[in-house]
């Protein structure tokens, strides 16, 4: 079994800064892609930024230039540095990880955090 645990969500004034992390912990698995989702109160769970193992990044339009995601593949942890917040931005942000089972690495299976809130204050 695969185990998401998130840290870093709060509350913070517009305008301020927030670290999210996620480590993935399980036994023999291969991390594909990590990233982070959320999902503001009415409405749909929506794709915040991911990483892949190998470093490429995928953004949504509205945190691009704000948000900056990184993967320490060792520890099996991603990390988003979120800068310039906004009211827009508070939603549950739920920790999202594409993982194998090794040695089937051709599988991969998809794994969600428990979700953190983060708030912006205007």
């Known amino acids: 079994q695969v185990q998401l645990v998130e840290s870093g969500g709060g509350l913070v004034q517009a305008g301020g800064s927030l670290r999210l992390s996620c480590a993935a912990s399980?036994?023999?698995?291969?991390?594909?892609?990590m990233g982070w989702y959320r999902q503001a109160p009415g409405k749909q769970r929506e794709l915040v930024a991911t990483i892949t193992s190998g470093g490429t990044t995928n953004y949504a339009d509205s945190v691009k230039g704000r948000f900056t995601v990184s993967m320490d593949n060792a520890k099996n942890m991603v990390h988003t540095q979120m800068n310039s917040l906004t009211p827009e931005d508070t939603a549950v942000y739920y920790c999202y990880a594409l993982v194998s089972r090794l040695p089937y690495r051709q599988y991969t299976y998809p794994y969600w955090g428990q979700g953190t809130q983060v708030t912006v204050s205007s």
């Open positions: 399980g036994s023999a698995i291969s991390i594909n892609v």
